[in-house]
């Protein structure tokens, strides 16, 4: 059997040796709302993280008393993570996924970098963590969803969601449960679908400017 295409013991396939296009995307979004979680679940190869273990040095710092659904966390993502997914023979599609603690922020702004898209995971809990990855997307421009990982918390419709966290109207939104493979995989092509039509339409855009030759020196 072609070894690109085996099935591993866990159900995944392995990848092809080489490919031509390898697309960026991140995963960002608060503390603990399950960004390690959805690159684990939906990565190909054994997905790289940093996570580590949080200790009491850094209980005046990461003070988790007040955060619902993270009181019980016990490591934290201190760099990135980072996982793989093999679209067909010519493209391969990088997830990185970023610190959500605020102390790791400054990280973000490199990890923007080349990014063709990215997924804003938002815990229903703690929307209000969301705010600050949706303004820095937008700083810089990246194209982005976002999707409510539901930890069956206080029960809001997506209209709710896109009117508490300010959201365009052409902005998908959309549900998932992170630990799950498939709905992981649904959030991504929601997310390459959003990119595809927005390249469209920016390509109908550009196509129906007129053109104005440029004056060339005498």
């Not at 209980?59 to 993502?77: E, I, N, P, Y």
């Not at 490199?110 to 929307?127: K, Q, Y």
């Not at 937008?138 to 508490?164: C, K, M, W, Y």
Request: glycine share 8%; net charge negative; proline share 5%.
């Amino acid at each position: 059997m072609d070894s690109a295409t085996s099935e591993l013991p866990s159900g995944r396939r392995e990848l092809a040796p080489g490919a031509d296009n390898g697309l960026k995307v991140v995963v960002v979004g608060g503390f603990g709302v399950g960004k390690t979680t959805l690159v684990r679940s939906v990565s190909e190869i054994r997905p790289l993280n940093t996570e580590e273990t949080m200790t009491q040095a850094g209980k005046g710092v990461d003070d988790l008393a007040d955060l619902d659904g993270v009181r019980t966390k016990t490591s934290t993502t201190v760099a990135f993570d980072f996982g793989r997914i093999t679209l067909d023979e010519h493209n391969v599609l990088y997830l990185f996924g970023a610190p959500g603690q605020e102390r790791f922020w400054f990280l973000w702004d490199r990890l923007f970098s080349g990014t063709l898209g990215a997924v804003v995971l938002v815990d229903s809990r703690r929307i209000e963590d969301s705010w600050y990855a949706i303004d820095r997307l937008e700083h810089h421009g990246t194209p982005f969803i976002v999707a409510h990982n539901d930890f069956g918390g206080p029960s809001h419709t997506l209209e709710q969601l896109r009117e508490a966290l300010d959201l365009d109207p052409e902005v998908p939104l959309v549900r998932c449960d992170a630990r799950a493979r498939e709905s992981s995989k649904d959030v991504l092509i929601a997310l390459l679908e959003h990119l595809k039509t927005l390249y469209a339409t920016q390509g109908a855009t550009q196509a129906r400017q007129p053109y104005v030759p440029q004056e060339t020196a005498p």
